[in-house]
């Protein structure tokens, strides 16, 4: 088995968008392993796209090549770039999508061909430079390195007093409510609210409420998450990404 290249888009799955861009890796490095993170990011959302990048690259063994394209701007003035990180590499449009991995990370801009489709510059740009990463060529045989990136810093929670703050960043498909408070700020928690609304104390899991209650509890990424359990705490609260946190 050759190497992993995953990828994570906002193409959905009801055109051949996904599937152009898996052939066009599999043109070039017909060995790799393609494993789809997700193409259901809502179109053009950079956060949710940041939050699924950072949450699953660490997860893949090194040598792995993330394909990250959701990219609102694509046949701009925007770069296309290759990044290079803990033995990890990403290509993706420069438009802050990569924010949670570029750190230090070395990165290049890629060149974008004359014949490549302004409009698609996921099956034409960068699915082939993923391959060439994938057959091994080194990243700075890709480009020019460059040091000034595009950055979109997702929002930091803060602490005083007793009372934590943050803030929603990421709603799931069952509408839970996935927020930036780290689950180590959340210890003996006595209540919590979003956007003003009590949900209750901390909980371990959804089993420690009843059906229809909310249940805040620290998820499976480390960080404070709500949710009601068989059902949406989104829709219940009537919020999603940017409501208030509190924890008391």
């Known amino acids: 088995m050759g190497s992993i290249v995953t990828l994570l888009t906002d193409f ?76 990890h590499f990403f290509t993706g449009p420069d438009n802050g999508v990569l924010t949670p991995v570029l750190g230090d990370a070395e990165t290049v801009e890629l060149r974008i061909p004359g014949d490549a489709s302004p409009t698609f510059h996921g099956r034409d740009v960068f699915a082939p430079a993923a391959a060439r990463l994938a057959n091994g060529e080194p990243l700075a045989g890709l480009g020019p390195g460059i040091g000034n990136a595009a950055r979109l810093p997702m929002p930091v929670p803060k602490r005083a007093r007793g009372v934590v703050e943050g803030e929603v960043v990421y709603v799931d498909r069952f509408g839970t409510l996935i927020t930036n408070i780290p689950g180590e700020w959340t210890p003996g928690a006595k209540g919590i609210e979003v956007a003003g609304k009590p949900v209750g104390p901390l909980r371990r899991t959804f089993a420690d409420v009843q059906a229809g209650a909310f249940v805040g509890f620290v998820g499976s990424d480390g960080v404070l998450e709500i949710a009601v359990r068989d059902g949406s705490a989104a829709r219940k609260l009537g919020v999603g990404v940017g409501a208030e946190v509190r924890v008391q």
């Open 12 to 87: 959905g799955l009801a055109d051949s968008y996904v599937a152009e861009m898996k052939a066009a890796v599999l043109s070039r490095a017909p060995d790799v392993q393609l494993v789809d993170i997700s193409h259901d990011v809502p179109p053009g959302d950079l956060r949710a796209a940041q939050y699924l990048v950072g949450r699953a690259w660490h997860r893949f063994p090194a040598g792995t090549v993330h394909l990250v394209v959701v990219d609102p701007g694509v046949g701009s003035a925007r770069r296309a770039i290759a990044v290079q990180r803990q033995g």
